[in-house]
Every structure is written in C-alpha cells, then in structure tokens.
C-alpha cells in the first residue's frame, strides 16, 4: 500500500491556485459591485491568501484542523456588510470551505420564538437550511437581552454556540451590527468571541462615493442624472448625512426611489406631447431639489427610523 505522504505534494504553485480556485472572479466582483471599502477588501483578499496557504498546507499534510471562519461585520446600515457576505460565501465556496455557497440572511425573529419551547426548533431550523454555506446575522445584540429574564434570546445563543463550535467545517457564521453593541454584546457572552476569528469593520462612505453610488444606482436602472441634478444630489448627500438616521448607501436608494416617483410625476403633468427615451431616462434638478432636505427638512425613510427605535 501507497503511503499517503508518497502521494502529497512538495511544492505548490500559489498563483496558478490562486487562477484555477475561481477567487480572483470573486475579487474582481468585490472592486466591480462595492464602491470605496477599501480596508474591507484589504480584509477580504488577505483572508483569501490565508485560506489559499492553509489549502496548501493541508495538501502536504501540515495542517489538519479546519481554520475559524467565523466573522464579525461592524459598521453602521448602509455599508455593505450583507453584499460582503454573500461575495464572502461564494468566495469560501470556491476555496472548498463550505458545500453549497449560499447565504441565509436572519434576524432575531427568526431564531428567536415567543413561548417555551418554541425558540430551539426555530433556531434549529435555521441552522439547517444554512449548514454548507454562511448564516448571516443581521444586529446580532439583539438575541441577548439581559433587562428581560422571560427572553427567549439565551436559549438561541447556547444553541448558536454549540453549533458554531461543533459544526465548523459545515457552516460559517457571520455576525453584524453597530460596533459600540457588538462590543457589549461579546463582552457579555464571551463564548462567540472566542469562536469568531475575523473582525472586519466596515466605515461610512464619503460624499464623493455616496455620489458615486447614486450614479451607479440610477445607472442600473438606465436612469441618469443631468448635470444640474448632479450638482443638486452632491448638495444632497452633504446636508442628508448630517442628519439623524442616515444610513449610507440606504438612505441613497431611498432618495433615488423617491426622486424616480417625482420624475414620473413631472412627465405626467408636464409633457406637452411624445417622450423620447432620453425624457424618460433623466432626472433633473427639480427632481432632486424637491426633496425637503434642501427645505431644512428631514428626509428620513422609515427603514433608519424603525432601526432607530430599536
């Protein structure tokens, strides 16, 4: 019988893995869809590097152990955590970290039931349909809730843990939300940051990106912003950040959204005969300027104002 270190590689080629692994697809994806970021995807292409070396050394037979690929997104709303993660399963998908590639994207009320016994098929449930890809956890403090002592959020956590432990080399858990709670809720339940290896914080956008993003945004659409109402929508996202509840990127679609509904108003009551594709495709500086932003209003969307309640 052969023996197994006959058959291991003793060399090993980093860059024709790195071609033939499908990664850098996934990398120039990341620059391609995700404007700015830029220490997000120093993160991601050196977790990438770190998983191509330890495929590697599993090959040679120096590393046996599945590496924590458990995660912790920080940042405010609006700044790419979920697109991140779901570039981040496809990308563990391809480097043979997990079966499938999917992402199951959760919320407390989705782990979390509202009577006794109800919490643990719920959780369990959700583990399930995640095993082979990446769980998702959006505001993740929420499961713990210490001020109420009937919260079901404990018993989702143990379970949680249990499984991040147990299951590593089948699913990978990502965690997010604001970095002041996510603080407060490792330091209050110490078992997940011990279990969580990567720490990726995600800043807020500039003025110039959130620009960015617009354009990009309407583009994708086959909308477009004449030069007035790029002049209007610069002004825009200066005074819409100073305000309460701005959520970046977010709070940007939101305001297209709104900007698209009072183009097609201004067509419907303006036009004075046939649209050409041009009329049909431009939004103008009244468009933008409609908004009560520029009245000293807030143009808050009920999303950031629900996320403030909470």
Known sequence: MTDDAETRPTHVDLAAEYEASGVAEVLAELDRELIGLAPVKQRIRETAALLLVDRARRAMGLSHETPTLHMSFTGNPGTGKTTVAQMMAGLLHRLGYVRKGHLVSVTRDDLVGQYIGHTAPKTREVLKKAMGGVLFIDEAYYLWKPDNERDYGQEAIEILLQVMENNRDDL???????????????????????????????????????LHISETMLGGQNYVLDGGARAAMAEYVAQRRTQPHFANARSIRNALDRARLRQANRLFTEAAGPLDAAALSTITEADIRASRVFRGGLDVDRTARQEAAE
């Open 172 to 210: 990978v858990v990502i965690m997010a939300g604001y970095a002041d709670r996510m603080d407060k809720f490792f330091s209050a339940n110490p078992g997940f940051r011990s279990r969580i290896a990567h720490h990726i914080d995600f800043p807020d956008y500039s003025d110039g990106e959130l």
